[in-house]
């Protein structure tokens, strides 16, 4: 019986790993309402407490963190930058080298 905040396994996005020892530090800040509309390009399997949304709103990207521990929900962002910076930090978190 899954606890209340398990979310099952989409079997298709990816899982992001354990960060490297030296991984660079990703800054996270509060999720605030920019924009009316963003589009989601990517994301990692919603199944694990903290999953990622690589997002594009208008020429900007950022990157949305939500973690959710006990009965709470935290949704952070990354800086909003050019597309370039952006999926360079994205494939850090995937390949473990940033988080
Ligand atoms: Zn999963």
Redesign the pocket.
């Known amino acids: 019986m899954p606890k209340p905040l398990d979310w099952p ?3 298709i ?1 990816v ?1 992001v790993p354990d960060p490297q020892p030296d991984h660079a530090v990703i800054k996270w800040y509060p999720s605030s309402p920019r924009a009316v509309r963003v589009r989601v390009r990517d994301y990692t ?4 407490p903290t999953f990622y949304e690589l997002c594009q709103s208008g020429g900007q990207y950022f990157i949305r963190r939500t973690r959710r521990f006990r009965q709470k929900v935290v949704i952070e962002e990354s800086l909003w930058n050019t597309q370039a910076s952006v999926l360079a930090i994205w494939s850090s978190l995937l390949d473990g080298t940033g988080r």
Not at 45 to 48: D, N, R
């Open positions: 396994c989409c079997q996005a899982h399997c919603a199944c694990k």
